[in-house]
């Protein structure tokens, strides 16, 4: 079974550059406190690397 993680935005994305709001929006994140479960790929990973400021990340037991 693939692992999981649980990104959720918590910082808004208002005045940092619009490849980091189109980042968030293909994670699926568009309102502050917005949660969406990923499987923990190289790819999402990568993602999150891009905007780990703006968002919390938790691994979640399924």
């Known amino acids: 079974m693939a692992v999981k993680i649980k990104v959720t935005l918590v910082k808004s ?3 940092y ?3 980091q709001r189109k980042v968030l929006k293909s994670l699926g994140l568009g309102k502050m406190g917005s949660s969406v479960v990923h499987d923990d790929t190289s790819s999402i990973q990568g993602m999150i690397r891009k905007c780990a400021h703006l968002v919390a990340v938790e691994n979640v037991a399924e």
Do not use: M
């Open 13 to 15: 994305p208002i005045g």
């Open 17 to 19: 550059s619009e490849n």
